[in-house]
C-alpha cells in the first residue's frame, strides 16, 4: 500500500468508466487515478477521450480510452474483452455513461424520445454491468473473487422531475438491477452499488438555455443546506472508496451526494 494514498488505495487495481470523458465520469475516473487506479475510459467523443487521458495520466497510471456507443449491445461485449485483453483484469466498473433528452411533460413524450434514453442510459448500462460480471465472475471461479460494479444513478430515483419522465425510469430500473446484482454476484465477492447525485454542474445540461440554467442553480443552491450546487471533484471520493478494498462489505446501497437536498424538508 502506497503510504501517502493510504485506505484507498487503488495501485494495480484496473477501472473502467463508461461516460469517462467529461462531466460526472470524468470525476470518477480521475479519483481512481488519484489513487493509483490504471483506467479506461469509453464515450463517443475520440476528441474528447484524447483530452481525458492526457489529463488522468498526469496520476502515473496507465489511462486508455476507446471510442465506444453503450446503445450497441456488440460494441459493448466486444469493448470488455478488448479492454480484459488489454489490462489483463477489471476489478471496478463506472457504468456512468447517458444522454437527457428532454419532453415537456408525459403526454408529450414521443416514442422515439424515450428508447433513445433508455438505449444508453437504462440498456447499455446493463450490457456493461453483465459483460462486467461474467468477467468478475470468471476471474472468481479461477480462485480470484472480487469486483466492484458502481451505477452512476439520480436522484429521479426518489423524485418525480417534469419533462423527466423517461430518464427517471431508467434510473429506478437501474436502482433495482443494482440491488438484483448485489444479491447475485455477492457470492463471488463481486458489489454492486449506485451513487445517485443531486444536482451537479456538467455538460449534459448544456442545451439548456443558459436562462433556464441560472434559475436552476439559484433553486438548488437555496435549498441545499450546504448552499452551492455539486461539482465532478466532489465525487473523486466516493469513487475511489467503491472501487477500493475499503469498500469490500459494502454492497447493494444507493449512496446520496446532494449537498444535503433531500434532508431538507423545505
Not at 35 to 44: E, F, P, S
Not at 150 to 170: D, K, M, Q
Amino acid at each position: 500500500m502506497d503510504p501517502e494514498r493510504g485506505l484507498f488505495d487503488l495501485t494495480g487495481k484496473v477501472v473502467l468508466v463508461t461516460g469517462g470523458n467529461s462531466g460526472l465520469g470524468l470525476g470518477f475516473a480521475r479519483g481512481c487515478a488519484r489513487q493509483g487506479a490504471d483506467v479506461m475510459l469509453w464515450a463517443r467523443s475520440e476528441a474528447k477521450n484524447a483530452e481525458a487521458v492526457r489529463a488522468l495520466s498526469v496520476y502515473g497510471g496507465r489511462v486508455e480510452a476507446r471510442s465506444i456507443d453503450v446503445a450497441s449491445e456488440a460494441a459493448v461485449v466486444e469493448g470488455m474483452l478488448e479492454a480484459v485483453e488489454t489490462f489483463g483484469r477489471i476489478d471496478c466498473v463506472f457504468a456512468n455513461a447517458g444522454i437527457s433528452n428532454g419532453s415537456p411533460s408525459l403526454i408529450e413524450l414521443d416514442s422515439a424520445t424515450y428508447h433513445e434514453l433508455l438505449a444508453v442510459n437504462q440498456h447499455g448500462a446493463f450490457y456493461t454491468l453483465r459483460e462486467a460480471g461474467r468477467h468478475m465472475v470468471a476471474r472468481s471461479e479461477a480462485g480470484d473473487p472480487g469486483g466492484s460494479l458502481v451505477i452512476c444513478g439520480s436522484l429521479t430515483v426518489f423524485r418525480g422531475v417534469p419533462g423527466r419522465i423517461h430518464y427517471g425510469a431508467a434510473k429506478g430500473a437501474l436502482a433495482a438491477i443494482m440491488t438484483g446484482i448485489a444479491v447475485d454476484l455477492g457470492q463471488h465477492g463481486v458489489r454492486a452499488n449506485m451513487v445517485a447525485p443531486g444536482y451537479i454542474k456538467t455538460d449534459l445540461g448544456r442545451s439548456r438555455a443558459a436562462e433556464d440554467i441560472s434559475a436552476m442553480d439559484k433553486i438548488f443552491t437555496e435549498r441545499a443546506p450546504l448552499r452551492r450546487v455539486g461539482r465532478p471533484e466532489d465525487f473523486e471520493g466516493i469513487a475511489a472508496y467503491l472501487a477500493s478494498d475499503a469498500s469490500s462489505f459494502h454492497t447493494g446501497d444507493i449512496i446520496v451526494i446532494d449537498g444535503g437536498w433531500m434532508a431538507n424538508i423545505f
